[in-house]
């Protein structure tokens, strides 16, 4: 047998060795998700969710299927994202429950409250946790960097601002490593309906190509610094895209 075909053969076996770990580590991690997903979170929720009554008709289990919280929460497992706030977190729910334009159906005090209590128990739980406090350290994030802290009168200086709630909730997705972005129109103060004036819209960088969760909503309008106009979003696997060449319908998100 030629010793080039046995280093073929080892290349081979390493190759399909490298395949077989990079799919392990997939599965594995993707339970983990699972698990958060569908066991830890929802077990938090539940020991929650009739303390904090946020809304006159929206609950904490409401405003966390809506994706401007799924997509916050989410990314507490993203290395290339840091750590989220009391002050985002609250502002996500706001926006999960309309609360912008429905202050009188809103209790933002509860608002802050639960997002407090929500941060406080998160951080602990996930320090108490094995599997997830493992999934962290892989992907080298600190629970020490879990920072929540924000004063209450900060949180509620932003809460009671339409303006204030949109550019905190969207400087999340702002990037200014990129030259590329998109412009976001909002409603103005005092007004339901989008006002598509400059002054009532938030600029920020991006790449363009793929949006993490949370970032198209209903009530919104967007425009890329090309000019283009969203017609159409989709969303898969936690990320959202604008104006795709090929989608399904069952994943539109948002349409004109």
Request: aromatic share 16%; proline share 2%; hydrophobic share 35%.
């Amino acid at each position: 047998m030629s010793n080039r075909f046995i280093k073929k053969k080892m290349y081979r076996i390493l190759a399909n060795q490298l395949l077989n770990f990079y799919w392990v580590n997939s599965i594995v991690n993707n339970g983990k998700r699972k698990y958060f997903d569908k066991i830890f979170l929802p077990n938090l929720l539940n020991s929650l969710n009739s303390e904090f009554e946020i809304s006159k008709y929206f609950d904490l289990k409401y405003a966390f299927e809506q994706s401007s919280v799924k997509g916050l929460i989410n990314t507490i497992f993203d290395p290339n994202e840091e750590f989220f706030s009391v002050l985002d977190l609250s502002v996500s729910i706001n926006i999960a429950v309309n609360g912008y334009c429905n202050n009188e159906y809103v209790y933002n005090d509860k608002i802050i409250d639960s997002a407090n209590y929500i941060c406080e128990n998160l951080k602990r739980r996930l320090y108490d946790d094995k599997v997830l406090k493992t999934y962290l350290a892989d992907i080298n994030k600190d629970l020490n960097n879990f920072s929540y802290e924000v004063s209450r009168s900060e949180i509620e200086s932003v809460l009671t601002n339409k303006s204030s709630i949109f550019k905190t909730y969207f400087r999340k997705y702002h990037n200014p490593n990129y030259s590329t972005g998109i412009r976001i129109y909002h409603q103005a103060e005092g007004k339901n309906w989008i006002d598509w004036n400059d002054e009532n819209s938030i600029q920020i960088s991006h790449n363009t190509i793929e949006f993490r969760e949370g970032f198209f909503l209903i009530g919104f309008d967007y425009q890329l610094s090309t000019g283009e106009y969203l017609r159409i979003a989709t969303l898969k696997d936690g990320v959202e895209y604008f104006n795709p060449s090929k989608y399904s319908r069952d994943n539109v998100i948002w349409a004109m």
